[in-house]
């Protein structure tokens, strides 16, 4: 079975300042995908990055950063120098061998200018 | 290009009614897939289509059904509505240039159900 779970529910930070959103997984498939998506109002899920199991390599993209760390089985997603367009629900998600994506809770992010 | 397109985007139910939700997939993009949101339950796959093929079902009763046509459209129907059925529904494509398997999901902005 696989299990994703984001442990923190809300964070709410000041602008400028920097967020990580922690993300732990459980699969018992050695092959397996890891996603982050963005939640905003609107509802539409946009997607931010995708790591495979073989690849450990960190990445940054402008102000978003992550940390895949298999010992640990995380995956963890930093935002810095945070905007108030960073306002969202952002979700971690795990696929393996089959066609759906498992989703953690979610961490809504509040940033106040 | 055009993303995936759900509509209608909003809509009222009672209970025991049935309804229909549509998706259109991003252009060239063969696989489609769904997901319900709710608070309490989060985000839960539905179903995913291939070519008018289910390949994949999620853990929900039979009143859940869908259907892919040939030009990658999809549709899904929930009959006889319950209370519990309130929620976001999510439709998302695949690019045909990556496994559905590997794969990003592009998702719609979803269709929200509310049954009374």
């Known amino acids: 079975a696989q299990k994703v779970t984001q442990a923190q529910t809300e964070i709410s930070v000041v602008e400028k300042e920097d967020v990580t959103l922690d993300c732990v997984y459980e699969t018992r498939d050695t092959t397996y995908y890891l996603f982050w998506y963005k939640q905003p109002p609107s509802g539409e899920l946009v997607f931010l990055i995708r790591?495979?199991?073989?690849?450990?390599q960190n990445e940054i993209s402008g102000r978003y950063s992550w940390n895949f760390q298999k010992s640990t089985s995380s995956f963890n997603f930093t935002i810095t120098a945070s905007q108030v367009v960073d306002s969202a629900v952002y979700f971690c998600?795990?696929?393996?061998?089959?066609?759906?994506?498992?989703f953690g809770a979610g961490t809504t992010v509040t940033v106040r200018a | 290009k055009a993303g995936v397109t759900q509509t209608p985007r909003y809509l009222i139910k009672t209970r025991g009614q049935q309804v229909t939700l549509s998706c259109s997939p991003i252009?060239?993009?063969?696989?489609v897939s769904w997901y319900q949101q709710t608070p309490g339950q989060g985000l839960q796959f539905l179903f995913e289509y291939f070519s008018e093929t289910q390949r994949n079902k999620g853990n929900f009763p039979g009143r859940f059904s869908g259907r892919q046509f040939s030009n990658s459209r999809s549709e899904m129907n929930v009959s006889t509505l319950e209370l519990g059925d309130s929620a976001l529904y999510l439709c998302?494509?695949?690019?045909?240039?990556?496994?559905?398997?590997?794969?990003?999901?592009?998702f719609g902005e979803g269709s929200r159900l509310t049954v009374l």
């Open positions: 790591r495979n199991s073989f690849d450990e």
């Open positions: 998302a494509s695949t690019s045909p240039r990556q496994d559905s398997k590997t794969g990003e999901l592009f």
């Open positions: 998600a795990l696929r393996s061998n089959d066609y759906k994506l498992s």
């Open positions: 252009s060239g993009h063969r696989s």
